[in-house]
């Protein structure tokens, strides 16, 4: 079957928000499943969207109904997503680079995904813990969309092994590949990717 003859090819643009969140399950999430859900989304958005290669168009997220995208010089953080009465309106930091507004917007799409499940998803950890656990998600859901694990493992096989050379490739920081080939397992890092006491620290 070619993609022109795909079923997602029928499903609307204003029913992907949906059909992302209808992957959350019905209750508590576990870190490794979080993760895996995280993976998922990102692939059925990349899928839905039509996109296939690197390095991914923002319009994945800034097309979609509901969603609009503000940039602001010097706002005090990299991104943020505020609901409004019709939309959630997320706004990213004009001055950083383009390859961070770019990891930020995908971020904060997490955000708005969660949204509507957020105490549920986490209510099996510590209160305290709740808002770093998501803002790791949401990381992890930002490399997955930006830097698909299929397409990075396929280029490295290819022999695309420069950080520098994918990052461009993939229009994200190299501070972002760095953190993404160690998760892969492609830097010469074999600790497991999946460990909740190793946080991503980073943003972009
Ligand atoms: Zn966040």
Redesign the pocket.
């Known amino acids: 079957m070619s993609r022109l003859d795909a079923p997602l090819a029928l499903v609307p643009d204003s029913d992907v928000i949906a059909e992302l969140r209808a992957l959350l399950p019905d209750r508590p999430i576990t870190w490794a499943e979080a993760h895996s859900v995280a993976e998922r989304q990102a692939a059925r958005l990349l899928k839905l969207l039509h996109v296939g290669e690197p390095a991914v168009p923002q319009f994945v997220i800034s097309s979609l109904p509901g969603i609009v995208v503000d940039r602001r010089r010097d706002w005090p953080t990299s991104?943020m997503s505020v609901r409004a009465a019709s939309h959630w309106r997320i706004v990213l930091k004009s001055n950083e680079s383009r390859q961070r507004q770019r990891f930020s917007l995908a971020?904060?799409f997490t955000?708005v995904l969660d949204d509507p499940a957020i105490e549920r998803l986490h209510a099996n950890v510590a209160p305290a813990r709740r808002h770093d656990r998501?803002?790791r998600i949401?990381n992890y859901f930002a490399a997955c969309l930006l830097m698909p694990r299929a397409w990075v493992k396929h280029d490295w096989g290819t022999g695309i092994q420069s950080t520098r050379a994918l990052a461009w490739r993939y229009y994200v920081s190299e501070q972002a590949m760095t953190t993404r080939l160690s998760e892969l397992g492609l830097s010469g890092s074999r600790t497991p990717i999946l460990m909740p006491s190793r946080g991503r620290g980073d943003r972009s």
């Open positions: 991104g971020h904060e955000h998501a803002e949401c």
